[in-house]
């Protein structure tokens, strides 16, 4: 008999092989471990009064998918929802077996099902964005708040206030370069998952919940006092956002949002000056390098 750490280890890796528990004990991996040929699995694990040896090991292997498929359902509840947890299931199986846990930690579970359900989804029946679209931007939401949530915030940190806006010489502002806050993320969508999002939130579970048509949105999400907070924005605000957060000057933020919008310059001025101070009320900036 094998010793108890390498019997340890087998057994995990039948346990979790993503094709189930007769490719797990035939996988390389099992194998390596322990070599049992076709029908041999007794020779390690003993069958009860009522129950194969496979059929007890694979007690565990569904008990393994069951907790994961539970974690999925808790980081992606509006998905879920939206779906039913029929087809949330079939999902979230299908995702486990093409993309397996590879982490200590159950946070990086839902780190590639927007890209899973973007390789897997059916071919577009036009040019428009449909209901895959949908789904895939409502799951690339819920990830996005739940790294937010677990990621770096500003709690210990002091983000940009007025005056400090107000101490920096007019002359040097098309220079400086902003340092946004480490939590802000800005995202675009093809749905307005957001508002949908929000009304999931607050309706009861048995409430019916329209699907709304295809419409461009952007957003900002953030984190303050260990809550995320998600907030529209409008395509300008989302460029010039996106602009200073790679690093691009004040100037030549603006510049790029001049090209974009049809607001003339005393318009986007007055735009800009109720922009940034939004921005530092709701936490954006952490400084402003000269």
């Known amino acids: 008999m094998p010793e108890l750490d390498v019997i340890q280890r087998w057994f995990q890796s039948v346990v979790t092989h993503p094709a189930g528990v007769d490719e797990g004990v035939e996988s390389a991996d099992a194998q390596e471990l322990i070599v049992l040929r076709p029908g041999e699995l007794e020779k390690v694990i003993l069958r009860s009064k009522n129950l194969s040896a496979r059929d007890r090991i694979s007690i565990y292997a569904n008990a393994y998918y069951a907790r994961l498929t539970e974690c999925l359902g808790e980081t992606f509840p509006v998905f879920r929802r939206t779906v039913g947890h029929e087809l949330f299931h079939d999902f979230a199986?299908?995702?486990?077996?093409?993309?397996?846990?590879?982490?200590?930690?159950?946070?990086?579970?839902?780190?590639?099902?927007?890209?899973?359900?973007?390789?897997?989804?059916?071919?577009?029946?036009?040019?428009?964005?449909?209901?895959?679209?949908?789904?895939?931007?409502?799951v690339r939401l819920e990830w996005t708040i739940e790294?937010?949530?677990?990621?770096?915030?500003?709690?210990?940190?002091?983000?940009?206030?007025?005056?400090?806006?107000?101490?920096?010489?007019?002359?040097?502002?098309?220079?400086?370069?902003?340092?946004?806050?480490?939590?802000?993320?800005?995202?675009?969508?093809?749905?307005?998952?957001?508002?949908?999002?929000?009304?999931?939130?607050?309706?009861?579970?048995?409430?019916?919940?329209?699907?709304?048509?295809?419409?461009?949105r952007w957003l900002a999400v953030t984190r303050r006092d260990y809550v995320v907070h998600r907030y529209d924005l409008s395509l300008p605000q989302y460029i010039l956002l996106g602009s200073l957060q790679r690093g691009r000057t004040v100037g030549d933020a603006i510049a790029s949002t001049a090209d974009v919008t049809p607001m003339g310059d005393d318009e986007l001025a007055a735009a800009l000056d109720s922009w940034f101070s939004q921005w530092t009320g709701r936490e954006f900036i952490m400084a402003a390098e000269l």
Request: charged share 20%; hydrophobic share 40%.
């Open 93 to 138: 199986v299908e995702y486990l077996r093409a993309c397996p846990s590879g982490s200590y930690t159950l946070s990086l579970l839902g780190d590639r099902f927007a890209d899973h359900l973007q390789q897997t989804r059916p071919p577009r029946p036009g040019d428009g964005a449909d209901w895959a679209d949908f789904l895939i931007d409502l």
């Open 147 to 216: 790294q937010v949530f677990d990621g770096p915030g500003l709690e210990k940190q002091m983000p940009m206030n007025a005056a400090d806006w107000r101490a920096i010489a007019p002359g040097a502002w098309p220079h400086a370069r902003l340092v946004t806050a480490p939590c802000l993320r800005l995202m675009s969508f093809r749905y307005p998952v957001n508002g949908y999002y929000t009304r999931a939130l607050a309706s009861k579970p048995q409430q019916d919940l329209p699907i709304p048509e295809p419409a461009d």
